[in-house]
């Protein structure tokens, strides 16, 4: 009976809502200012056309960060940059489908006593890569990666609309400090 009681005790002050975000590698422990630029001029592009937005990104952070005086996004033919990066970006997401649908059911058949126990995961992934050339010369390829997951509970599962976008932006900064990090 005692068991029982401080059983229903945990389920009940464990809530029933609550959201997490965790981005790995996180970009809060990660170098992103620069005391002094390394570069006066950095050329950007894309090397395919679903990545413009996130190499735009990529370029405006390269600037704010102080990594170089001035950002050029998009190159243009007649730019002189003293650093070229071409960089591809791919997003991809994983609902975890079958096991969401799965603590759902049980959320659903133990009459809610299980909903506190229950996280929903959606996982992210941002990949990036980056072709440096300096002078004609390429210098190097740099690929960087980060995952985010977006945990919620089934009463919070309406938040995923403003959680997720929140962390596929700290998972693009992440990737972002990471290629510049790598960028000598």
Do not use: H
């Amino acid at each position: 009976m005692i068991k029982a009681i401080l059983m229903l005790a945990v389920l009940f002050f464990s809530g029933c809502t609550g959201t997490q975000i965790k981005v790995t590698p996180d970009p809060a422990n990660m170098s992103s200012n620069y005391q002094q630029s390394r570069y006066e001029t950095v050329g950007v592009s894309s090397l395919n056309s679903s990545s413009g937005q996130m190499s735009e990104g990529f370029s405006n952070t390269l600037k704010t960060s102080g990594f170089a005086k001035k950002s050029l996004y998009p190159l243009r033919a007649d730019d002189k940059p003293d650093l070229t990066i071409e960089t591809d970006f791919k997003v991809s997401s994983n609902e975890n489908t079958g096991s969401n649908f799965t603590k759902s059911f049980f959320t659903g058949f133990t009459l809610f006593l299980l909903e506190p126990v229950f996280w929903y995961d959606f996982d992210y992934t941002v990949e990036a890569s980056a072709i440096v050339t300096k002078a004609g010369n390429r210098v190097g390829r740099y690929e960087a990666k980060a995952d985010a997951t977006v945990s919620v509970k089934w009463l919070n599962l309406r938040d995923l609309k403003e959680q997720a976008p929140k962390a596929l932006g700290e998972a693009q900064k992440s990737v972002y400090y990471q290629l510049m990090n790598q960028i000598r």
